[in-house]
């Protein structure tokens, strides 16, 4: 069982920079890839970007790419999201994923979700 709870999220202008951050329970955190998803209201939830179980391979969505960072500490159980450049449309409700199902697998594969934390970005 993992449990996962995010912060980080907030209120800021466009070109702004904000840090996510996903604290997970549990002693096999690093047997579980991670990643970030995102649900803007009426929208699907998309994914945003993935880190494997090592930290050495990450994934990203084309929107985000060249903008967000995402980042693992296995030591602290904790996952980041720098997200720079922030832009209106990055606006959602973020989670964070844990998956024991491989990498680069699609959303109904990970297993455990965090409660989300609002990211607004003001034009």
């Known amino acids: 069982q993992v449990q996962l709870v995010e912060s980080g999220g907030g209120l800021v202008q466009a070109g702004a920079y904000l840090r996510l951050s996903c604290a997970a329970s549990?002693?096999?955190?690093?047997?579980?890839?991670m990643a970030w998803f995102r649900q803007a209201p009426g929208n699907e939830r998309e994914f945003v970007a993935a880190?494997?179980?090592?930290?050495?391979?990450?994934d990203y969505a084309d929107s985000v790419k060249g903008r967000f960072t995402i980042s693992r500490d296995n030591a602290k159980k904790t996952i980041y999201l720098q997200m720079n450049s922030l832009k209106p449309e990055d606006t959602a409700v973020y989670y964070c994923?844990?998956?024991?199902?491989?990498?680069?697998?699609?959303?109904?594969?990970?297993?455990?979700w965090g409660q989300g934390t609002q990211v607004t970005v003001s034009s």
């Open positions: 994923a844990a998956t024991q199902a491989g990498w680069l697998v699609t959303e109904k594969e990970y297993d455990y």
């Open positions: 549990g002693r096999t955190f690093s047997a579980y890839a």
């Open positions: 880190v494997s179980r090592s930290g050495g391979n990450t």
